[in-house]
Nanobody, 124 residues
Framework: QVQLVESGGGLVQAGGSLRLSCVAS??????MGWFRQTPGKERELVAV????????RYSDSVKGRFTISRDYAKNAVYLQMNSLKPEDTGVYYC???????????????????WGQGTQVTVSS
């Protein structure tokens, strides 16, 4: 069993930065990443990384502004968010899965473990 605990959300002005953290307890997962959700919409990909596959992917909307990183020793994943925009507002969820295949990594529906979510609000 894997438990994910997120931190780092908050309120920031457009153009500002935030760093999200997610620490996993239990076994490690090759795939970890971040998804976000806004009211009435499905959870969407922000950034994911697979250690074993050597794959990192970002959504087009955050490419060049957000950076995903991992600390394998701490079993943690981070999301550095720069140049934030009001449309980045949402609840950000950390996800992990030890057995997910590459082709399934970019769809939130395929992940086994989830954090509780952290709110990010970007004001204009």
């Amino acid at each position: 069993q894997v438990q994910l605990v997120e931190s780092g959300g908050g309120l920031v002005q457009a153009g500002g930065s935030l760093r999200l953290s997610c620490v996993a307890s239990g076994s490690s997962s090759h795939a970890m990443g971040w998804f976000r959700q806004t009211p009435g919409k499905e959870r969407e990909l922000v950034a994911v990384h697979s250690r074993s596959r050597g794959v990192t992917r970002y959504s087009d909307s955050v490419k060049g502004r957000f950076t995903i990183s991992r600390d394998y020793a701490k079993n943690a994943v981070y999301l550095q968010m720069n140049s934030l925009k009001p449309e980045d507002t949402g609840v950000y969820y950390c996800a992990a899965d030890p057995t997910i295949i590459l082709s399934s990594m970019f769809d939130a529906r395929n992940y086994k473990y989830w954090g509780q979510g952290t709110q990010v609000t970007v004001s204009s």
